[in-house]
Structures are given as C-alpha cells and as structure tokens.
C-alpha cells in the first residue's frame, strides 16, 4: 500500500475520532448546561418569592410606621413598597407559568393567597388611619389575623423553597452524572485520537519527513561544497518538503548556472589573454613573412572548432593569397580576385550563412556550412582577409566572432606597419627605377664582406650600359629607364641566390659574388654579357636595338686583398671600355673576352 494511500486513511480516522470526541465534548457541554440552568431556575424562582417576602415586611414596617406617627413620609415609602411588592407578585405569578411542578404551584399559591391578604389588611388600616381612626388601624396592622397571614406568607416561601432545593438537587444531580458520562467517553475519544495522531505523526515524520529531510541535508552539503553533480529528490511532492525541495533545485539551478558564467568568464579571460600575447607577437614580427607562422600557431589555439586561412593582397592589388592555414578549410580556395570577397567589396566583416540568408562570397563553394570573411583595413587600405569557417552544424563562428575582428583590427595594423617598414627600409637601401639595391647598400655589403672572416673566395662585377645616352637621346628618357629595368631584371635572373645584384649609379652596377672562384664568376659575367647583348628589348612596340655591356671583375682568390676589390674591378671596368666595350675583363688576367653584335 502507498504511503500516501496509508497516510490518507489515517487522516481519515483521525478525523472521525475527532468528530466523535467533538460530539461527545458538545452532547457533556449540553448536560452541564442543563445543570447550570437548573441552578440558575432555582435561583430565580427563590430570589423571587423570597424578594417578594422581603417586600412584604418593607410594606408592613412601613405601614405600622405611618399608623404609629402620622408622619407622611411614611404614607409614601407604604406607597412605593406596596407598589414593588405588586410587582414581585407579577414576577411569582410568572414562575408558574414555566411548568413548575403541582407541589411547587400549590406552595406558590399560597404565598400569593397570604400575600394578597397583607396587603388588604395593610391598605385597610392605613385608609383607616388617614380617615381618622387610629385605634382601628393599629388594631388592625398588631391583629392575629395579620400575624396569622404574615406567618403562613413566610411559611410558604420557606416550603417553596425547600421543595425548589429539593427538585433542582435531582436535576443538577442527574445532569451532572450526564455531563461526566458524556465528557469520559469525549476524553477516551481524544486520547484515542490523539494515539492514532501520534502513529500517523510517527509514521509521517519518519518515512515522509526525516528521510527526506536528511537526503536533502546530505544534498545541501554536497552544494554547499559547489558539487552541483549531486541528484536532487525527484518524488514531485506538494508540500513543504518539495517546496524545499524545489528551492534546493533553484539554488542549485543557479549554481549551475553561476559555475557556467564563470567558466564562460574564465574562457572569455583566456581567449582574452591569449589575444593578447598574439598582440605581443605581431609587435615583435620584424618581417611580413614572421606573421603568417603567428596567426596560424594562435588561431589553431583560440579557435580549435574553426578552419582558416590568412589572406595577403598580392602587389597588384587584385588578387588575395594564403600565406597561412589552421584546421582543414574546404569551402575556400588559397587564392581569388578580391573582387570575389563581399568582405573585401563592402570593407566590413561579411558572414556567409550556411542557410544562404545573405549574399554568399563568390570565392566559398555551396554547402552549408558558414564562413566570415574579415578585410584586413588600416590606414584606409586593405592589405587582406582573415577568413574563418566552421564545420556543418556547428555554431562556434558566432560565437567566435567579436574575437575574430577584434584579431583581425590588430593583425591588419601589424601587416600594415610592416609593409611600411618594408617599404622605407627598400627607400633606403633600393633603387626606386631598377628595384635593386642602391650604392648605400653596396657600400655596406662590401664593408660586411672586408671584414667577414670567412673562408672562400668573392668576386665584385663592375656593370655599365654601353653608350646608353643614346637610348635617352634617341627613344626619350622612359625609354632609357626601360632599358636599366631590363637590364637590371636580366642581371638579377643570371646572377641567382649567390649574387646580389646592385645599382651603382646612372647607368652602372655592380654585383657581388660570394663562394665562387674566379672560373664561375667568369663564366657568370660572360652569360650576363651575352644575356643582355642577346635579348630583344621593344618599348611600346618600338625595337630600341642591341644593348651591350662593359664588364669588370675583380676576385679575393689567391689571397687577392679585400679592400682593393672596388678598385681592381673598376680598373677592369675601366680596361674593358677603352677595349672597345661589350666586354668582360678580369683582374686575374687582364684579357677582354667579347663578342661584337
């Protein structure tokens, strides 16, 4: 049987023992009521005729007063005696009216008969009195059968109430052996309610509020030591323990959610903190090529659930590259016109929902997974995108994506800076027209390679254009650029990773060789030589005819001195001209090797 199903039946027999002893309770209060109306009729009625008799002597004292001294206030107080004994009277004729017994009717009878006798008498001698016949009045108030009345009025009375005492001893007696019948079995019904009160009460607080009460004391430990892991009472009751019940799910509902905010606030300060030290790391980069390493290594970290890649707008501003990835992109490729970009086109963060509630970038592949695309704007130019993608069904990029411009803002200022840095270090050391580096640079070069300690031999090509006025005299001055750029683009294709190909000065240049002997850097100037003398150069469709090149090398092989290498490759330049140009001469032999167009 279910321990509600008991508890009710229970609650049950409780209730009807308890309207039982209520009722044995109500039916005692009723006989002690009787009792006390018994008593309090007794009381009445005595009260009655004794106050009746009492009115009668007031009244005979009064009149014999008056017989005896004339004096008219006593005339007046007889007056107003016999006047309340009148209403005495009417108060003794009411009691017979309330069912007294025959015995109790006769004596009160009586006591009206002897009663109404005074008072003829005591009126008689009074009227007697005050028509002048004193003798006749005393006579009358002292006569034997004033006596004999006023002794039977007493009489009466006393009979009354001793008969009233008598019927109201058994009545009293009779409703008090009720009442105490009545009022056992009411308290033999409440000590036998409050038996099963106190089973029930037992039964209730032990199954249905101790244990409980010390499961959720062992719940509120666990939570007070934040174990929101702990599994609350789960019975659906409907009263104060399930509304404590429920309050301790609050609580630990709140809990549960206090520990989510903070975890949330721990990750946010994490996510936060490692921005940063990505922040510190695109600060410290000192070349455009250290930062994609950077956002790659920090971008895997802060966004493990996103794929990416790192886009560069390539010189032509037409195009976006990949110089980095994370994850395992699949929607975009790693290079498109930037024109393909809705990012790039409208110069703010573009969100391409798998859903296809916007306009999707042209360069991401259908599916429906979503991606972002973030330009990379500083100082009013686009120098990229920093692109993000996330798998089917996830939904970390929303999340993700304060943090993401929040990257992107710094990471475009930090490529920007270095563009900047790149493009005033190459002021310095580059030749804006030819875009190799500038005698400045040469000078440093060729001070680092005189005080290198390495072994090895270097060689130093003096380059100048022959007759290379003609071509400004001729074809213009943009011609005559034209050509130092070929020229140039030529030299550094030959002379590859192992030489560094500079810009003298006007039409001059001069390349240095390092880790060559004197056989490969000969060859070398001779393909250079025969490179430019060979190569048909046009300048808006117009031949500007065969551009030749005078030569010089000087070489630090056989313990040839460092210093003097500008001045014996000069020297060489120098010979290889007055030879007759298109030429290459050597310090090591000093023979001119040429072939004339």
């Not at 009668?56 to 007063?65: C, H, Q, S």
């Not at 110069?347 to 859903?355: K, L, N, P, T, V």
């Not at 996330?390 to 970390?396: D, F, I, L, P, R």
């Amino acid at each position: 049987m279910r321990i509600s199903t008991i508890t009710n039946w229970a609650y049950a027999l409780t209730v009807g023992l308890t309207l039982l002893s209520g009722g044995s309770f109500i039916i005692a209060t009723h006989y002690a009521d009787r009792e006390r109306d018994a008593l309090d009729t007794a009381w009445k009625a005595d009260e009655s005729v004794e106050a009746l008799a009492r009115a009668a002597e007031l009244t005979t004292e009064d009149a014999r007063l008056y017989v005896f001294t004339g004096e008219q206030r006593y005339q007046q107080a007889f007056q107003a005696a016999l006047a309340e004994e009148r209403e005495r009277e009417r108060a003794v004729r009411v009691l017979r009216e309330r069912g007294l017994p025959e015995e109790e009717l006769a004596a009160l009878r009586a006591i009206e008969a002897n009663a109404e006798i005074l008072d003829a008498i005591e009126e008689s001698a009074v009227a007697d009195f005050a028509n002048g016949a004193e003798a006749q009045a005393k006579a009358a108030l002292f006569s034997p059968e004033h006596e004999e009345a006023q002794f039977g009025l007493l009489s009466s009375v006393s009979h009354f109430v001793d008969l009233v005492a008598t019927r109201t001893r058994g009545e009293v007696e009779q409703a008090s052996a009720q009442a105490a019948l009545w009022g056992t079995i009411a308290k033999s019904m409440l000590a036998l309610t409050a038996v099963v009160f106190l089973c029930v009460l037992y039964f209730v607080l032990t199954r249905r509020v101790t244990r409980p009460l010390l499961r959720m004391s062992n719940v509120v430990q666990r939570l007070a030591k934040q174990d929101y892991d702990v599994q609350l009472l789960t019975d659906g009751r409907r009263d104060e323990i399930g509304d404590m019940n429920q309050a301790i799910q609050i609580f630990r509902d709140n809990g549960l959610e206090r520990e989510r905010l903070d975890a949330e606030r721990r990750k946010d300060q994490q996510t936060k903190d490692q921005i940063l030290q990505l922040m510190h790391r695109l600060q410290a980069c000192r070349l455009e090529g250290e930062l994609a390493p950077v956002v790659s290594l920090f971008a895997s970290q802060l966004f493990p659930d996103l794929s990416g890649h790192l886009f560069v707008m390539n010189t032509g501003r037409t195009a976006l590259i990949a110089k980095s990835s994370w994850g395992t992109p699949t929607l975009s490729g790693k290079e498109f016109a930037a024109h393909e970009c809705w990012g790039i086109r409208r110069g703010r963060a573009h969100f391409s929902e798998g859903a296809n509630s916007d306009v999707r970038c042209l360069h991401l592949e259908q599916g429906s997974s979503s991606a972002l695309c973030v330009p990379l704007s500083a100082r009013g130019d686009t120098v990229g995108a920093l692109y993000f993608e996330e798998a089917e069904g996830s939904a970390a990029l929303a999340k993700a994506r304060t943090y993401v411009e929040l990257i992107a803002e710094n990471l475009a200022l930090a490529i920007a800076n270095l563009q900047l840095r790149d493009r005033l270090a190459n002021l310095a050391v580059k030749d804006p027209l030819t875009g190799l580096l500038n005698r400045r640079s040469l000078d440093e070069n060729l001070a680092e390679l005189i005080q290198s300690s390495e072994d090895g031999s270097a060689s130093l090509m003096m380059i100048d254009i022959d007759h290379f006025k003609r071509f400004n005299d001729q074809f213009g001055h943009d011609a005559g650029d034209f050509v130092m750029g070929q020229v140039a683009a030529i030299m550094t294709s030959i002379a590859g990773p192992g030489g560094v190909v500079h810009r003298y000065g006007g039409e001059e240049f001069a390349i240095i060789l390092r880790k060559q002997d004197t056989t490969a850097a000969l060859h070398t100037a001779e393909a250079i030589r025969h490179a430019i003398e060979t190569a048909p150069i046009d300048y808006q469709g117009q031949p500007l005819g065969t551009v030749t090149v005078s030569i010089g090398i000087a070489s630090t092989e056989d313990d040839r001195p460092k210093a003097t290498l500008m001045q014996r490759a000069d020297a060489a330049l120098l010979q290889a001209k007055s030879s007759g140009r298109n030429a290459v001469v050597s310090d090591w032999s000093g023979r001119a090797n040429r072939r004339l167009a």
